[in-house]
């Protein structure tokens, strides 16, 4: 077991904030709960499941102390006893008022390494379907409140635990610094140059892994219908890598758009470069969340986003929305998006500011969960 040293609590109070991992939205996501609790008399523990050590992690998690067990993915199968056996000796280590878990092993390995009460992020759909989980989050219901990243993630937890209260089950939006987000990104023409993208093309942008859960073979199939109502030299450009490449690849050849199809395959920091397009576009079929659009909207990006999961209650409003799976329906998004006049996104970054920025939630939060801090 790796860590870094625990030092002397000095009679402060602190929270335990426990993640599977580090790895991609995971370590923003361990930043967003700990600035809840930032000029606060709490400081913030962290401690990563999974993932070597790191310095630019302890960075990033914006905390007062990180830990990494630094356990692989096959020491965490089964009953775990070794990581319940750490977690039980740092949750004995300070003063901790509240663990915040996220995703289901950390919540078990809370539960059962220590007698705090536990906040349970869910970032994903169908966390609650097997019969197990939901016996075991019943034993511990007393000392267990569950959020979901979205209405739509909080309200499959609800279906799937029927007999809990509705308070005991609730949303907790993701968020973004939206200062250093704007901070990071680089204006049109740089972004457009990194890409290597045309100066000139109107572009519509999409960013994710190429999986069947992303369905970007939908949104091919709307640019190509809607190509010949779009700007001259339009493009589609793609940024993420997975597995359905070739057959993308071998779709956009099929509909006859190869050379307007841009794969631009992984893109470190890839939201640095928003700005390079001039409506941002997400196709998922089940999306809990959806970070993505977020970071588009903090580049004043247009949105166009299929009707589904949590990505509608981000873009309800301040985007268009499609039904999933609609290739006409996207068609016609684009067609109107290409249509529009130019803004400067002020809207969109204010609905960052009311309701998915660190001050608004740290509210929220605060006002939800006061018996606990």
């Known amino acids: 077991m790796t860590t870094s040293e625990a030092a002397d609590s000095n009679g402060e109070r602190w929270v335990l904030q426990f993640c599977h991992g580090y790895d991609g939205p995971f370590l923003d996501c361990a930043r967003q709960y700990a600035v809840l609790f930032r000029d606060s008399p709490y400081r913030v523990c962290t401690v990563y499941l999974t993932g070597e050590p790191s310095a630019e992690v302890e960075r990033g998690s914006a905390s007062d102390e990180v830990i990494f067990l630094n356990y692989s993915s096959r020491q965490i199968r089964g009953l775990k006893l070794a990581a319940i056996r750490a977690f039980r000796r740092i949750a004995a280590s300070r003063d901790f008022a509240l663990c915040i878990a996220h995703r289901f092993k950390p919540i078990y390995i809370a539960l059962l390494g220590s007698e705090l009460p536990v906040i349970g992020v869910h970032h994903a759909f169908g966390d609650y379907q097997r019969r197990s989980r939901r016996l075991f989050a019943g034993f511990f219901r007393e000392r267990l409140h569950l959020l979901g990243v979205s209405d739509a993630v909080r309200d499959d937890i609800r279906a799937c635990l029927p007999g809990w209260p509705a308070e005991r089950i609730e949303t907790l939006y993701n968020r973004i610094d939206l200062a250093a987000v704007q901070a990071e990104q680089l204006d049109r023409a740089a972004a457009r ?22 369905d970007q073979a939908t949104l091919i199939r709307g640019f190509a219908q809607a190509l010949p109502q779009l700007p001259a030299g339009s493009l589609l450009a793609i940024m993420g890598s997975g597995r359905l490449e070739a057959s993308l690849k071998a779709l956009a050849a099929e509909l006859g758009v190869s050379d307007s199809v841009r794969f631009l395959g992984q893109v470190p920091h890839g939201r640095r470069y928003f700005k390079a397009f001039d409506v941002f576009a997400l196709s998922s079929d089940h999306e809990p969340f959806g970070m993505v659009l977020l970071e588009a909207m903090a580049a004043g990006v247009p949105l166009v986003c299929s009707n589904c999961g949590g990505g509608r209650e981000v873009v309800e409003g301040v985007g268009q929305l499609f039904e999933f799976g609609e290739v006409t329906q996207l068609s016609a998004c684009l067609i109107r998006a290409a249509g529009q006049a130019q803004t400067d996104g002020t809207e ?4 960052i500011r009311e309701r998915f920025s660190d001050q608004a939630v740290r509210a929220v939060f605060l006002a939800r969960y006061q018996e606990l801090v």
């Not at 969109?348 to 609905?351: C, G, K, N, S």
């Open 193 to 214: 140059e990194h890409l290597d993208l045309p100066q000139d093309a109107w572009v519509v942008g999409n960013v994710g892994r190429l999986h069947p859960d992303k």
């Open 348 to 351: 969109l970054v204010e609905r």
